[in-house]
């Protein structure tokens, strides 16, 4: 026999069952329009930044993954000890070789005129002998016109007149030929064409790029005696210099020195240039050969260098150091043999914060 609810609650349940379904319905309406709570985006926001980029660590080291050093292109070169010459550092410029360079002044004054081939430019690649400009003379402060109708009638009484005198009137009224000295590039050009020069004015200035002098000056009378080489540095290579000579007169109570080199690298620079001149002497240093590229500076203002310690792991390291050819410096304190030192990419580092 089977139980029966009893009558009165039959409503009661029929209500609740409405009830229920109408929450059900209303809940799957509204849940497209839910929206996730702060920090449980799906897709939305950019990918959380993760802990394996380059950084500074606390103790002062950076962290670069292999990735970031490739792409800086970091390169690295192990330090030995030895003995290292002891060089001096002295301040130079850059002069003309009289045997290889010239300059071309007017004999007489007068108006210049351009020659064959235009009036040369700086920069200019000329040959020996070649005629650079025209100088139309003006004589006794007389117009080039009157010199030259005084030559007409000197010629038409050639039969009493002094040959002497006709030939001074025909060089009174020539052009003069302003002629290239010596082959290479004008260095200076001061004329343009209708200007109107004095005897003895510059006009052009023509060197060889490839030979030039270099003048250093030394206060310490005693560095001439004890020279075995000297460098200068031109676009991050050193050139060899050769001592020329010393003079026996100070100039500004120092001792030039006159060097010479030769080599395309000299053409990188140009007369009258300030350099620096690293002379070494005959005695020697202990120290490692860094190049000049991997010194930093720290936020103490301290010279540093960047040492390899690990794969990815940079620590800066004090360090002192000495001249040593204008591309390489002697460290003589702050590293041990075998450190490898970031000698590329140096600057990048330093500035990973």
Not at 55 to 60: A, E, M, N, T
Not at 242 to 271: K, M, Y
Request: charged fraction near 20%; glycine fraction near 10%.
């Amino acid at each position: 026999m089977k139980p029966h609810l009893p009558t009165r609650l039959l409503p009661r349940l029929c209500a609740l069952a409405r009830g229920l379904l109408l929450g059900a319905a209303v809940a799957a309406l509204a849940a497209p329009l839910a929206h996730a709570g702060p920090g449980h985006d799906h897709g939305d926001a950019p990918p959380a930044a993760t802990g394996n980029g380059p950084k500074r660590q606390p103790d002062g080291s950076v962290f670069l993954p292999k990735p970031a050093q490739r792409q800086i292109d970091v390169r690295t070169q192990p330090v030995s000890a030895g003995e290292l010459p002891r060089t001096l550092e002295l301040a130079g410029k850059v002069r003309m070789d009289p045997n290889a360079g010239g300059r071309v002044q007017a004999m007489v004054a007068g108006r210049v005129a351009p020659g064959p081939r235009g009036l040369p430019l700086p920069g200019q690649a000329v040959r020996k002998g070649e005629v650079l400009a025209y100088v139309t003379p003006e004589v006794g402060g007389h117009s080039r016109s009157l010199a030259e109708s005084r030559l007409r009638r000197m010629r038409e009484l050639a039969d009493t007149v002094p040959r002497k005198a006709i030939e001074e009137a025909e060089a009174a009224v020539a052009n003069e030929q302003l002629r290239a000295p010596v082959s290479g590039v004008v260095a200076s050009a001061n004329v343009v064409s209708g200007q109107v020069v004095e005897a003895r004015d510059v006009l052009f200035e023509i060197v060889n790029p490839e030979r030039l002098l270099i003048e250093a000056l030394a206060f310490d009378l005693g560095v001439a005696d004890d020279i075995a080489a000297a460098f200068v540095a031109v676009g991050g290579q050193k050139q060899p210099l050769r001592l020329l000579g010393v003079a026996r007169s100070l100039r500004e109570q120092a001792l030039p020195l006159t060097f010479g080199g030769e080599g395309a690298a000299l053409s990188r620079l140009a007369v009258g240039q300030a350099v620096q001149v690293f002379v070494h002497t005959r005695s020697t240093v202990r120290g490692m050969a860094v190049p000049a590229a991997a010194l930093m500076k720290d936020p103490a203002n301290r010279t540093i260098v960047w040492v390899k310690t690990a794969p990815e792991r940079f620590e800066p390291r004090p360090v002192t150091v000495e001249p040593l050819d204008g591309v390489s410096v002697a460290v003589t304190s702050g590293l041990q043999p075998g450190d490898r030192v970031a000698v590329r990419a140096a600057g990048l580092i330093n500035q990973i914060r």
